[in-house]
């Protein structure tokens, strides 16, 4: 797809984030507690500073730590909705210019991502 960083999925995320991504941002030198916080299900997700997230910089206009971001993040705006099926969040201006493969792939990885995040948050639960 082509992304026009048009900015609105930096906005007030709620971005679920495996232990992959988290490991990969602290070896970029952040405090895990600084950019993620861990929710009641036991899920951690990003943080935001006022309404971007932690990693936005508003005045650049981009994401600081792009190559690094989370899987989330890369696979969006392919999404799963409830019922694990996989949908293009139509929050996105560019949802239209993913073609059928890419949106198959991404929903392919996103299950398998959430899969993780769900595995790590049961162990997380269970943990003394
Ligand atoms: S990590 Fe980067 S791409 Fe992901 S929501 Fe934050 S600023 Fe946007
Ligand atoms: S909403 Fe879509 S076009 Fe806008 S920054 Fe996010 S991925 Fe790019």
């Not at 026009?4 to 030198?29: P, V, W």
């Not at 929710?39 to 990693?55: E, H, M, S, T, Y």
């Not at 989330?72 to 799963?80: H, K, M, Q």
């Amino acid at each position: 797809m082509r992304c026009s960083h048009c900015r609105k999925c930096c906005q007030e995320t709620m971005m679920e984030l495996s232990e992959a991504d988290i490991a990969r941002l602290e070896r970029r030198g952040f405090r895990r507690d600084e950019f993620s916080y861990i929710g009641v299900d036991g899920i951690p997700r990003l943080k935001n500073a006022g309404i971007w997230c932690f990693f936005y910089d508003p005045e650049a206009g981009r994401c600081r730590e792009y190559r690094s971001r989370p899987l989330g993040c890369a696979l969006y705006p392919v999404n799963l909705d409830q019922d694990g099926e996989v949908f293009i969040d139509p929050l996105c201006p560019e949802a239209q210019s993913l073609d059928r493969k890419e949106v198959q792939l991404k929903g392919r990885r996103l299950r398998a991502l959430l899969a993780t995040i769900d595995a790590e948050a049961s162990r997380r639960g269970r943990q003394p």
